[in-house]
């Protein structure tokens, strides 16, 4: 064999080993759903598991349905609080980026994407729960809150950046103020990144059990009062794995399966949407 | 003298509009603030008892009101180390790929299923492993490797939940972060570098591992680093995988415990003001050391990004 192809048979020997490194990746992928799916399903092919509440263990025809609604009111007001706020902030990063508060927010923004989560809830636990001495849904919000903000101020940049300059400037040149020309001109422009960014900080926030374990707390009844302890999927999720009960560990995973497909759906709808965006923009 | 009339001068209104969306956006530097400030404060108490001796005590007694971090610091720092080394191969072949300008029709199955991989909810890797990789691991990594390596001190004692356990699901969650920002560093690398290489008669693989992997060196370093913060903050996951034993394990197939599962564990049992403030003096040095390996794995692959922008 001379060297030419051997030098070529080792290239293609490396590309099959980079090749099976990646199959190698994916497999955790596919074992998770299909053990989320496999032992999800079963409890949740039950109507009751999404009617009725928690029951104690013996008891059948236990129920989800505080962590359901719970999770739907801790995202709903952490969304409340986050997006504006992540949208005006992304729009100051995209319009005036030159300035170097800019810089400081941008960094600011990227290390709060890293930051602990468990740590945040530490912080509104010291900040909201232990002055008013309870645990209360506000509180998970808040926590939930403080993590979707950095996701929503950088994706909005990221697409408000993309608009051409020359719809701002044409309507700088119709005589528009910049806060009209930013919120009725760039921002219907860029909506398909901007609701892609907050349906990820969504999902995102969907999914955390760490800030809410000492701000939520979690709750075995339905409650719908936001000043007091909440339940939410994930803690369902974390709170009955942990048991020794069978009954409860087969909830558990019903809940980690109504987690999932409303985190990859989530997922999902916002890929959708940014597909959209690119198509938009290719017009422009 | 005559006197001289200033000429009007055209000023610009006050932007408001700025004013106001700096102040918004003012929210994350001033949220990381504050989140340091509260933590100090609210680690005040155990601050004072114990100094700088609460980074190197290794008792964890709340009965006795008796606290030293080194056994969390250590099982954060192992488990997030031995997942980097687990991840890291992988994370770079998955990034190389999807780097390649051919096969795009596969290269889009491997990114979105890595994007999703990204997507699963910590919690749901935390059950998994629970009833599923640690079982698995145990009867099929652990007991093998120790019967016959188990001469080695740190590959004995099998258990189901381990820090290598722990380590096995970590290396999963990370990944997604290693191989995205790998792979945007490496398509990074100016392309006229690699036609170079490819116009000189080197291979696939020569081009590869000679021109663009070192010339993306620093961008993967950086990866590496933040991959490595996001491994060192991990709670659910972890805490449902290591087994919660706080001590310095000296196998990595025994059980052990990290900062985050420390609070998460103990935090709404502690009843005592110095218990309270010892855990969130455990948050205080885990988000100090984020903090710190973000900022220098941010400055890295910013640094690459912009060298390439300027050279492009």
Do not use: C
């Given at each position: 064999m001379n060297r030419t192809s051997r030098r070529s048979y080792t290239s293609f020997a490396w590309l099959g080993v980079m090749y099976l490194l990646t199959a ?261 | ?87 890291l191969p992988v994370g770079i072949a998955v990034a190389v790929i999807l780097a390649e300008p051919s096969h795009s029709s596969i290269r889009?199955?491997i ?68 191989t995205?920002?790998s792979r945007d560093v490496i398509r990074a690398v100016p392309r006229g570098m690699k036609e170079n290489a490819v116009a000189l008669g080197a291979t696939w693989w020569e081009t590869t591992w000679h021109v663009i992997l070192p010339a993306a060196r620093a961008g993967i370093f ?82 690459v990004?912009?060298e390439t922008r300027l050279t492009a």
């Amino acid at each position: 064999m001379n060297r030419t192809s051997r030098r070529s048979y080792t290239s293609f020997a490396w590309l099959g080993v980079m090749y099976l490194l990646t199959a190698f990746a994916l497999i955790p992928l596919g074992l998770v759903l299909w053990f989320t799916v496999a032992k999800g399903l079963p409890p949740a092919l039950h109507i009751e598991f999404y009617t009725n509440v928690f029951r104690p263990v013996g008891v059948p025809g236990a129920g989800i349905k505080q962590a359901i609604v719970g999770t739907l009111m801790l995202v709903g007001m952490a969304s409340v609080m986050a997006i504006p706020a992540g949208i005006l902030g992304g729009i100051y990063l995209a319009e005036y980026g030159l300035a170097r508060w800019a810089g400081w927010v941008r960094l600011a923004s990227d290390v709060l994407v890293g930051t602990p989560s468990i740590a945040v809830g530490l912080f509104v636990y010291a900040i909201l729960v232990a002055p008013l001495h309870h645990f209360s849904g506000v509180s998970g919000s808040v926590a939930l809150a403080v993590l979707m903000l950095p996701i929503v101020v950088r994706t909005t940049e990221g697409s408000v950046a993309l608009i051409p300059n020359g719809l701002r400037e044409s309507g700088l040149a119709l005589g528009l103020p910049r806060w009209r020309v930013s919120l009725q001109l760039i921002l219907p422009a860029a909506a398909p990144g901007v609701i892609t960014g907050a349906l990820l900080s969504v999902a995102r926030a969907s999914g955390e059990t760490a800030p809410l374990l000492f701000t939520a707390f979690g709750n075995q009844l339905l409650s719908l009062d936001p000043t007091h302890a909440i339940q939410a999927l994930p803690l369902t999720v974390y709170q009955y794995a942990l048991t020794p009960y069978k009954s409860l560990q087969d909830q558990a995973w019903g809940a980690a399966l109504v987690l999932v497909v409303m985190v990859l759906g989530i997922n999902l709808v916002s890929r959708w949407v940014l597909r959209r965006q690119i198509a938009l923009a290719g017009q422009l | 003298m005559a006197e001289t009339v200033a000429a009007p001068v055209l000023r610009r209104p006050p932007d408001r509009f700025r004013t106001v969306t700096a102040l918004v956006a003012a929210a994350a530097p001033l949220v990381l603030v504050v989140i340091v400030v509260v933590l100090i404060r609210g680690s005040a108490p155990a601050l004072h008892q114990f100094g700088l001796g609460f980074l190197v005590g290794q008792t964890w007694n709340p009965p006795i009101d008796s606290f030293g971090a080194l056994p969390a610091i250590f099982g954060t720092v192992a488990s997030s180390l031995i997942s980097l080394a687990i991840a890291l191969p992988v994370g770079i072949a998955v990034a190389v790929i999807l780097a390649e300008p051919s096969h795009s029709s596969i290269r889009g199955v491997i990114g979105t299923g890595i994007e999703l991989l990204a997507a699963i909810p910590s919690v749901v890797y935390g059950i998994w492993t629970l009833y599923v990789l640690s079982p698995w691991s145990y009867e099929h990594l652990e007991v093998p490797i120790s019967d016959r390596l188990g001469f080695i001190g740190w590959l004995s004692q099998p258990a189901t939940r381990s820090l290598f356990n722990a380590s096995l699901v970590l290396a999963v969650m990370i990944l997604p972060t290693l191989t995205a920002i790998s792979r945007d560093v490496i398509r990074a690398v100016p392309r006229g570098m690699k036609e170079n290489a490819v116009a000189l008669g080197a291979t696939w693989w020569e081009t590869t591992w000679h021109v663009i992997l070192p010339a993306a060196r620093a961008g993967i370093f950086g990866a590496t680093i933040l991959a490595l913060g996001r491994a060192l903050g991990e709670t659910i996951a972890v805490t449902m995988a290591i087994g919660n034993r706080y001590w310095i394990p000296q196998s990595i197939f025994e059980p052990a415990y990290t900062l985050a599962s420390v609070i998460a564990n103990e935090f709404t049992e502690a009843t005592s003001t110095l218990h309270q403030a010892a855990l969130i003096e455990l948050g205080l040095v885990l988000i100090l050391v984020t903090l710190v390996v973000n900022l220098v794995a941010l400055l890295l692959v910013r640094s690459v990004s912009r060298e390439t922008r300027l050279t492009a």
